[in-house]
């Protein structure tokens, strides 16, 4: 009979337990994807009277990215203009550039995705 090296036979569960991880971390992402994941978004997002779930509509925005759009709204009394999203945190330059075409300080959210 054979003698299996301990170390390998540890070897070989290292590695079956880090892609079993990986795997697992992959599908709780898919899960929790944006609903602008799925599709197309078309029309705007007023940043002022959107709920969380509407603001999650954006793309980048997650829940916790949503909550932070709300808090500064309700902390500063509302956003006058598109480019004062900078200043809520997890919004950058890039972000907000990203965001811009589906943002609106006016009207309706008129935001689907297709």
């Known amino acids: 009979m054979r003698s ?26 898919l899960a929790a994807a944006p609903a602008w994941a799925a599709g ?17 509509l954006l793309p980048g925005v997650g829940e916790s ?3 932070a759009i709300v808090s500064a709204r309700a902390a500063r009394g509302g956003f006058r203009k ?6 809520v945190k997890g919004i ?6 990203r965001l811009r075409p589906f943002v ?9 995705i297709r």
């Not at 598109?82 to 200043?87: F, I, K, N, P, S």
């Not at 950058?92 to 550039?97: N, P, Q």
């Not at 609106?104 to 689907?112: L, S």
């Open 4 to 29: 299996m090296n301990p170390l390998a036979v540890g070897a070989r569960a290292g590695r079956r337990s880090r892609a079993a991880g990986l795997a697992l971390a992959l599908a709780l992402a």
């Open 82 to 87: 598109v480019d004062e999203l900078v200043e």
């Open 92 to 97: 950058g330059s890039v972000m907000l550039e």
């Open 40 to 56: 197309t978004l078309s029309g705007v997002v007023n940043v002022n009277t959107a709920s969380a779930e509407e603001l999650q």
């Open 65 to 67: 990215r949503a909550q």
């Open 104 to 112: 609106a300080v006016e009207g309706k959210t008129t935001a689907r």
